[in-house]
């Protein structure tokens, strides 16, 4: 169960490294198995480049090789991307996680392509991630296993593409040492059910051993009774966590349970009223 973590801002929408270093912590301590860096849910687009550098350091530091660290580097100008690979100090880092070119729209070859460039130059092994509903362009599960079988060092996907069929064809035609793990906490019994090996949670930076549990239980044959306890619990917090976005429903659901300011950087803004007002009628349950 790795978690794409939140970068915590303050009221003046600086990054609160106070409060990154304090949920850093309650992952170290509540079953987290590694936590992403600089992903989507970091909200990357706003983040300077010397933000990025400190997150990133901040992270390593305070993990202190207790879990693994998974870092975003990805974007949509490939030639930039492979500058930062080769010139970047991944020291307390395990591995990159690199999104489809986003915006460009580029074709199966280009996302062909696109990847064996970085696979060519990356130090870290390489985990792919398939968002189109973000990124505007799908990668087919003829491409993901094709860059699988050809680029050694990409051991991964990432799939947030929603459609159960691609994945499932992805993790049966998958070859040795290449994983499939959920994008998506709504699917994740389903892909693990299927020979995914976990996920890549959002809902997880508020309720981390709560997702471990799921995810442990589903690896280890118990997945029914997983699923039917989360739904019961959980189902309509997952459902809130979206309804106005990601990261805002759980910069919102974070903030409730004392953890982080609601503050998010424009375009994005918090959830509405209403949607805070459900999250807090949920979040009841558990007090």
Not at 244 to 273: F, Q, T
Request: proline share 5%; hydrophobic share 40%.
């Amino acid at each position: 169960m790795g978690v794409a973590l939140v970068t915590p801002f303050k009221k003046d929408k600086s990054v609160d490294f106070d409060a990154l270093e304090k949920l850093v912590d309650f992952h170290l301590q509540n079953d987290t198995d590694y936590i992403v860096a600089l992903g989507t849910t970091a909200e990357t687009p706003t983040l300077a480049k010397e933000e990025m550098n400190d997150i990133v350091r901040v992270i390593v530091r305070k993990v202190d090789g207790r879990i693994p660290v998974v870092m975003g580097v990805g974007g949509n100008n490939t030639a930039r991307v492979i500058r930062k690979l080769q010139r970047y100090d991944f020291s307390g880092v395990s591995a990159i996680l690199s999104v489809t070119p986003y915006y460009n729209k580029p074709t199966q070859e280009g996302l062909f392509q696109h990847y064996r460039a970085l696979s060519e130059v990356s130090p870290l092994p390489i985990i792919l991630y398939n968002v189109p509903g973000r990124t505007g362009v799908n990668m087919t599960a003829e491409t993901t296993l094709r860059i699988a079988q050809e680029c050694k060092n990409v051991i991964a996907v990432k799939e947030a593409s929603g459609n159960l069929d691609q994945i499932k064809a992805i993790i049966n035609g998958a070859p040795e040492g290449f994983h499939v793990i959920s994008g998506d906490d709504a699917v994740t019994t389903a892909v693990i059910q299927s020979g995914g090996i976990g996920v890549i949670s959002v809902f997880g930076n508020a309720f981390p051993k709560e997702m471990a549990w799921l995810v442990n239980s589903v690896l280890t044959g118990n997945g029914e009774n997983a699923r039917r306890k989360m739904e019961e619990d959980f189902d309509n917090l997952f459902h809130l966590m979206f309804v106005d976005g990601n990261p805002a429903g759980v910069k919102c659901l974070l903030n409730l349970r004392g953890m982080i300011a609601n503050e998010l950087r424009l375009p994005l803004v918090p959830v509405s009223e209403d949607t805070e007002r459900k999250i807090r009628e949920e979040l009841r349950k558990f007090a």
